[in-house]
Structures are given as structure tokens and as C-alpha cells.
């Protein structure tokens, strides 16, 4: 049984960071690419980072290029997100998912997901 649980979230002011983790079971680490996605309030569903099982490589999106990190703790089953320079459009709940495609254009079609963690970015 596949599951993803995120933790991390919470309200943090512009300009701060925060690090989501997601603990992942039920399969292989390397198996599956696995990556992160968030939903802004009134937004559609926006994949944000991927870490390729192909190729080793990880891919962001535009809008959190330079600013946001993905890591994986292979030991601990664990991928993480360092998030810097957050800004107010940050704000979504941040999910992670696992088993779809990952590539440097393309980020979806994942087959399992966790719940989310809030990541409120105001002042």
C-alpha cells in the first residue's frame, strides 16, 4: 500500500522559509519518480518540483526556480522541500505524489498523493 504523508506546513512571514517533508511507504525509493504539486484557493492543481527515477535529475517549475529545492533521504524514505524567499503566492497546500512522468516540461498524472500541508505565506 502506497502512502505519502506530508508535514511542515504553517504560517510563515514573506522573505521567510520553510522545509516540507513527505514520508513515502509501499515501495521502492528510485522506483517512481516522485514530486511536489500545490493548490492555491481559486487556482488549479500547479506541479511545482519532480525528482526523475530515469535519470536522477529534478525539475521545477518557473515560478519556484532559484527559490525552492527538492532532496531525497533515501535511508528515511523521505523527500524533502526547502522553500526560501516565500512570497504571499506561495500560499496553497502543498501535496506530495508519487508514480507519474517527470520531466524538465512536464509534471503530472501521479497516481498517489497525500493529504497536503497548509503553507500560509502572509505578514
Known amino acids: 500500500q502506497v502512502q505519502l504523508v506530508e508535514s511542515g506546513g504553517g504560517l510563515v512571514q514573506p522573505g521567510g522559509s520553510l522545509r516540507l517533508s513527505c514520508v513515502f511507504s509501499?515501495?521502492?525509493?528510485?522506483?517512481?519518480?516522485i514530486g511536489w504539486f500545490r493548490q492555491a484557493p481559486g487556482k488549479k492543481r500547479e506541479g511545482i518540483s519532480c525528482?526523475?527515477?530515469?535519470?536522477?535529475?529534478?525539475y521545477y517549475a518557473d515560478s519556484v526556480k532559484g527559490r525552492f529545492t527538492l532532496s531525497r533521504d533515501t535511508a528515511k524514505n523521505t523527500v524533502y522541500l526547502q522553500m526560501n524567499n516565500l512570497k504571499p503566492e506561495d500560499t496553497a497546500v502543498y501535496y506530495c505524489?508519487?508514480?507519474?512522468?517527470?520531466?524538465?516540461?512536464?509534471?503530472?498524472?501521479?497516481?498517489?498523493w497525500g493529504k497536503g500541508t497548509l503553507v500560509n505565506v502572509s505578514s
Open positions: 525528482l526523475s527515477n530515469r535519470d536522477g535529475g529534478t
Open positions: 505524489a508519487a508514480d507519474g512522468l517527470c520531466f524538465s516540461d512536464y509534471l503530472g498524472g501521479m497516481d498517489y
Open positions: 509501499g515501495f521502492t525509493p528510485g522506483y517512481y519518480p
